[in-house]
Structure formats: C-alpha cells, structure tokens
Nanobody
C-alpha cells in the first residue's frame, strides 16, 4: 500500500490549505484513514480521521476549522484546513489502517503558518 500526501506549504494566519492523500488501493479496503501531525520534539497527534462508513473524527484543537473528506473514485482523502494559526504548523502525515495489525503511512507534508 502506498499513500502519497501533498498540499502542504506556507500560509498566513487565518488562511486555508487543502491536503490530499492518494492511496494505491481502494479506500473501501481501509477500516479508517486519517491525518496526523507532528512538531519536532513532540509526539505525533491524530488530527482527523474518517471511518469506512464515512464517520469523521476531529481532535478538539481543529474542530470547526478542519474538514476531512474522501473521494472513493479518486482513492483520495482530503483535509481542508481553514482559519489556520501558527499552532497548526507541523508535518502532516496520512495514515491508513486496514485493521489493528495492518497500518500504513505516507510521507509527510509540511504546513507552515506564518506571517
């Protein structure tokens, strides 16, 4: 399984970015897909995820600002990030789990929120 993440970049506070995670296989084969982020020296944290049935989850820090979605035909999961602030600066990683024993990671994409 390969996950290709893209869409990171530099954005001003209050701005928006959309991350994409393209999978090499059908999204319906995954129990859950999600986005994690990591700041150097800190643990990787779950930002948002979406289950096979479409149920989303959001960390409290991004609720109301981020939206996770998917396009099954394109085998792609998106993370729309709005009202970005400097605390959202991190490397964002795409993750896919088939079950508790099969987990895959994409390469990170850097998001920098700065004026």
């Amino acid at each position: 399984v390969q996950l290709q993440a893209s869409g990171g970049g530099l954005v001003q506070p209050g701005g928006s970015l959309r991350l994409s995670c393209a999978a090499s296989r059908s999204l319906t084969s995954f129990g859950v897909m999600g986005w994690y982020r990591q700041v150097p020296g800190e643990q990787r944290e779950l930002v948002a995820s979406i289950r096979a049935n479409g149920t989303p989850y959001y960390a409290d820090s991004v609720k109301g600002r981020f939206i996770i979605s998917r396009d099954i035909a394109k085998k792609t999961v998106y993370l729309q990030m709005n009202s970005l602030n400097p605390e959202d600066t991190a490397v964002y990683h795409c993750n896919a789990k088939i079950n508790a024993f099969a987990e895959y990671w994409g390469q990170g994409t850097l998001v920098t929120v700065s004026s």
